[in-house]
């Protein structure tokens, strides 16, 4: 037996599960399982993204100047409150790893995002999950779960599988009510397709304690090219910045993102596109009695009667060549979440769901 041995807790954690991509013995298949945009980046990002093959021997900068520039004009932030990391998972590690550690608690809520109780168990910190009501964040109910010990809150709004948010008068109840020895994160992965919120940028403005993480990977398109950003007070960002790499993020990463957040235009139609399709979807679905809430982001949780009849319906959609996401592990064993697609996807998966609702 080896003497080498893995820090308390490491072997505790369940590996992360991906939204499948393949189906055996099926060339041609339809991803709607990883909440990609269907139409991809930016013309520019791509032409940008080319470009950096001449520099390739070339270090890439440490301090993401140009990048963090970019992001402050199109969104009207501070770029020295900017920190960008290789997703926005590894700007959520920098903030986990930097804040928190063995003995300290982290909160996050019971739909939330399975990289919330990996990413504290790697530091060593206590996962501690609270309840929704209803598919919702419940405000008092994270409030209540509050100790002396905790140090992060993560909260994802909009909500991933659900689709839910928090009204701004929530938000900021909630942020009101954090202590100010603990970090709020609003995970804004999904802030783009939820018209008129701003990710939580005022609520940074406002207070000591608030953080928001932000990613290239949905609605810019460029879930390959592992590109995320947090904004956060100074002090914060000078925390993370001692934990990040130098060299974290390759020219090429970074002359992409900077491409296509510049490129506001492409971002408007993809946008547009969701929000059309999405309610056509939601609508569709009602229409053959599949439960499905409002969503305010790029996909919609599809709600079966039992666990065997979303499973029968997962296989029944693998069949025609469609691959969703079973989320069991999110909560809901009789879900599956299906990523807004273009018009022709959206019309295949409704048809290929009608037909096995038709079927039984
Ligand atoms: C997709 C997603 C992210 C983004 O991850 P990246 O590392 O930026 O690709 C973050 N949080 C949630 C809830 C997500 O669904």
Redesign the pocket.
């Known amino acids: 037996m080896s003497k080498i041995k893995p820090q308390p807790g490491i072997m505790d954690i369940a590996l992360y599960k991906s939204g499948e991509a393949k189906i055996a013995g099926k060339s041609e298949v339809l991803k709607l399982s990883a909440?990609e945009n269907p139409y991809g980046p930016s013309d520019l990002a791509k032409e940008a993204f080319a470009r950096t093959s001449a520099s390739l021997h070339r270090y890439p900068a440490t301090d993401h100047a140009g990048l963090r520039a970019a992001i402050a004009e199109t969104y009207g932030v501070d770029g020295d409150k900017i920190i960008c990391g290789v997703?926005?998972?590894e700007v959520l590690q920098f903030i986990t790893q930097s804040f928190a550690g063995p003995g300290d608690e982290a909160i996050y809520t019971e739909h939330g995002?399975s990289?919330y109780p990996i990413l504290a168990m790697a530091a060593g910190v206590k996962p501690i999950c609270v309840a929704e009501t209803d598919r919702r964040v419940d405000v008092d109910a994270v409030l209540a779960a509050i100790t002396a010990k905790t140090r992060i809150v993560f909260i994802?709004n909009p909500g991933?599988p659900t689709g839910t948010v928090l009204s701004k008068v929530e938000l900021t109840r909630l942020a009101k009510g954090i202590p100010e020895s603990a970090l709020l994160v609003l995970?804004g992965?999904y802030v783009e397709f939820d018209e008129g919120f701003d990710g939580g940028i005022s609520l940074v403005e406002a207070h000591t304690n608030v953080v928001m993480t932000r990613?290239f990977?949905?609605a810019y398109g460029l879930?390959g090219l592992?590109i995320?950003w947090g904004y956060a007070p100074r002090e914060i960002i000078d925390v993370l910045n001692r934990v990040r790499q130098p060299f974290n993020l390759s020219p090429t990463q970074l002359e992409t993102a900077e491409a296509a957040v510049m490129d506001q235009e492409w971002l408007r139609k993809c946008v547009d596109s969701n929000t059309k399709n999405r309610e056509w979807l939601v609508n569709a679905l009602r229409d053959i009695d599949v439960e499905v809430d409002n969503s305010r982001s790029n996909f919609v949780l599809a709600r079966f009667s039992s666990e065997d009849e979303a499973a029968n319906c997962d296989a029944a959609l693998r069949e025609d060549g469609i691959i969703v996401r079973r989320v069991g592990g999110y909560g809901f064993p009789n879900g599956l979440r299906i990523t807004v697609g273009d018009e022709s996807a959206c019309r295949r998966v409704v048809h290929s769901i009608g037909q096995f609702k038709g079927d039984r």
Do not use: Q
Request: hydrophobic share 20%; glycine share 18%; charged share 25%.
């Open positions: 909440n997703g926005s998972d995002f990289m994802t991933n995970d992965a990613t990977s949905k879930g592992r995320g």
